[in-house]
């Protein structure tokens, strides 16, 4: 097939790489937030009971911000 234009034909896989790539992200926000969870659970579970039991999240939500926040701050010390 030598007239057709080998650019223009779509690949079937073109935009899996894009798809995979954002698949993954995704997945590792999803694990690192809910490995921070747990975490705040073992070690701060009175703010854990606190906004289970209210249905307040925002207690729930600093203490996570705070945990990624200094984590965050720990692994940018070490470069």
Same mark, same amino acid.
């Given at each position: 097939?030598?007239?057709?234009?080998?650019?223009?034909?779509?690949?079937?896989?073109?935009?899996?790489?894009?798809? *995979?790539? /954002?698949? $993954?992200?995704?997945?590792?926000?999803?694990?690192?937030?809910?490995?921070?969870?747990?975490? @705040? +659970?073992?070690?701060?579970?009175? *703010?854990? /009971?606190? $906004?289970?039991?209210?249905?307040?999240?925002?207690?729930?939500?600093?203490?996570?911000?705070? @945990? +990624?926040?200094?984590?965050?701050?720990?692994?940018?010390?070490?470069?």
């Amino acid at each position: 097939m030598a007239g057709i234009d080998q650019q223009t034909t779509p690949e079937p896989q073109r935009g899996m790489g894009r798809f *995979t790539t /954002a698949a $993954a992200f995704i997945a590792a926000v999803a694990a690192i937030v809910a490995a921070a969870t747990i975490w @705040l +659970l073992v070690t701060d579970p009175v *703010t854990m /009971a606190v $906004a289970i039991e209210s249905g307040e999240v925002t207690p729930l939500v600093r203490q996570l911000a705070d @945990l +990624l926040y200094e984590a965050l701050k720990g692994l940018l010390g070490y470069l």
